[in-house]
């Protein structure tokens, strides 16, 4: 089972690799320039397993690239502990 099977799980594998960066000392710039990459290769690459996933998705696909950065720092925010 993929972490993207559940909403839930996603958000904890992706709050724990946040958390692993932060430990690490790499820059929040980073952490954001990573996060847009990680948007931009799901959106292109992995089919929406639940309803959120094909939220952001829809969302993304609308976006300008300012707001694809301002949606990957949401989710980063989202997933903070």
Do not use: T
Not at 4 to 28: C, T
Not at 50 to 61: C, I, P, Y
Not at 62 to 70: G, R, S
């Amino acid at each position: 089972m993929s972490v993207l099977d559940n909403w839930q799980d996603w958000k904890r594998f992706l709050g724990n690799k946040m958390d692993n960066a932060v430990v690490k000392g790499i820059p929040e710039e980073v952490i954001n320039k990573l996060a847009l990459e990680v948007g931009d290769y799901l959106h292109s690459n992995v089919d929406p397993k639940n309803e959120q996933e094909r939220v952001l998705s829809d969302l993304w696909s609308v976006a300008d690239e300012n707001e694809q950065k301002a949606l990957a720092r949401c989710m980063m925010k989202l997933v903070q502990k």
